[in-house]
Every structure is written in C-alpha cells, then in structure tokens.
T-cell receptor, first 115, second 113 residues
Framework: GAVVSQHPSRVICKSGTSVKIECRSL??????MFWYRQFPKQSLMLMAT?????????EQGVEKDKFLINHASLTLSTLTVTSAHPEDSSFYIC???????????FGSGTQLSVL | SQQGEEDPQALSIQEGENATMNCSYK?????LQWYRQNSGRGLVHLIL?????REKHSGRLRVTLDTSKKSSSLLITASRAADTASYFC?????????????FGAGTQVVVTP
C-alpha cells in the first residue's frame, strides 16, 4: 500500500537552532500534505496545510515565520522549526492524500527535543 | 482546533473484556475515522465510516455513527494486551477539507493480562 516516509524520526537540538523535518509520499503524488503537532499525552493538533507550488495555509495560532513549510514537489513537503526553543519540543507528524475523497496516509512522526 | 471530545479519557480492562469508547463532534462531516497510537509512535488507521453509514465492522472492531447526535463509538471485542494504546477519533469535514482531520482528545486504553 501507499507509504508516507517521515525523516528524521527523532532529533535533539540546542535552543536557537533550526530543524528541518521531511515528509515524502513514496508511491503517489500528493498535491496536499498536512502537518500536525502533538504534545505529551495530548491529541494531535493540525498546524498547517501544505500545498504543492503555493503557500501553506496555517491554522489559527500557528506562527508561519516560526514553522516554515515548503512543498516544492508533488512528493515532498518539509517543515522547518526555526530558532527552536524548549517549548517547541513535541511530536510532529505529517500526512498526505493522493486526491480528494481518497485515503489519507500518515508518516511515522518526528520527536523533537529542544535543549 | 479540536473537533470534539472523547469519553472516557482512560479505560482499564482485563484481557477478554470488551472496550467501548465514544467520540462527539461539533460540525458536519464527510467521514469519521478511528486511529490507534502506541506510546510515542505514529498513527495506525483502524476504520473509516462515512457520514451516510451507521455501522461498520472490521475484525474485532465495531464502529457506529449517529450523525443526528454527532457522535460515534468504537467497540473492541475480546480485548488483548496488544490493544493497549491511545485511541483517537478524527473527523474529515466539508468539500474543501479533504484530508484535513480534526482529532478528538483520545482515550487511553490499558488491557491487563
């Protein structure tokens, strides 16, 4: 079946550095991908919708300059957490959909720890 | 923003027992999906029920959907220790929201041998 690959699975970084997370659809083209964040023992919160070839759409309260999303090709979206701080430590997970009304596929997630 | 609530927040049962959890949502939906998440891991898609369906089965899973009450339930029959996980419902909304999911708060299920 279709697979979405997310990399890295775990990253530890120092406060102030930037971290890039990749989300790839391996066997289908995804014009739309989604990024979620999950704090410990909480639910997944949608951060933004990543649209191939255009700007991402951010949910209310998500800083677009803090969380840079690039969807430069039909199989790759990246999320860059800029100038990371300890409060950005979280589990980030992406999803991709081949097209409207089709099955959604999730990546395996990235655990970000900012020291 | 979170779509709805899940009930209960936590559930502790013994192997062989059934586990039932409920999910409520607020807006109109195209479908409702249930996912499982083991601690610190990715999501596993369990079942999808469309807005025009009332009940769906998959192995030991039974899902119901009541759109008039904006609620859904997930029943896991004959539970196993391996069913220990957090379970989330997620709704997919209108025509412009394909793939965009709103998750419930989740139910943490612990199945003891």
């Amino acid at each position: 079946g279709a697979v979405v690959s997310q990399h890295p699975s775990r990253v530890i970084c120092k406060s102030g550095t930037s971290v890039k997370i990749e989300c790839r659809s391996l066997d289908f083209q995804a014009t739309t991908m989604f990024w979620y964040r999950q704090f410990p023992k909480q639910s997944l919160m949608l951060m933004a919708t990543s649209n191939e070839g255009s700007k991402a759409t951010y949910e209310q309260g998500v800083e677009k300059d803090k969380f840079l999303i690039n969807h430069a090709s039909l199989t790759l979206s990246t999320l860059t957490v800029t100038s990371a701080h300890p409060e950005d430590s979280s589990f980030y997970i992406c999803s991709a959909i081949p097209g409207p009304n089709e099955k959604l596929f999730f990546g395996s997630g990235t655990q970000l720890s900012v020291l | 923003s979170q779509q709805g609530e899940e009930d209960p927040q936590a559930l502790s049962i013994q192997e062989g027992e059934n586990a039932t959890m409920n999910c409520s949502y607020k807006t109109s939906i195209n479908n409702l999906q249930w996912y499982r998440q083991n601690s610190g891991r990715g999501l596993v898609h369990l079942i999808l029920i469309r807005s025009n369906e009332r009940e769906k089965h998959s192995g030991r899973l039974r899902v119901t959907l009541d759109t008039s009450k904006k609620s859904s339930s997930l029943l896991i029959t004959a539970s196993r220790a391996a069913d220990t996980a957090s379970y989330f419902c997620a709704t997919e909304g209108g025509q412009d929201s394909w793939g965009k999911l709103q998750f419930g708060a989740g139910t943490q299920v612990v199945v003891t041998p």
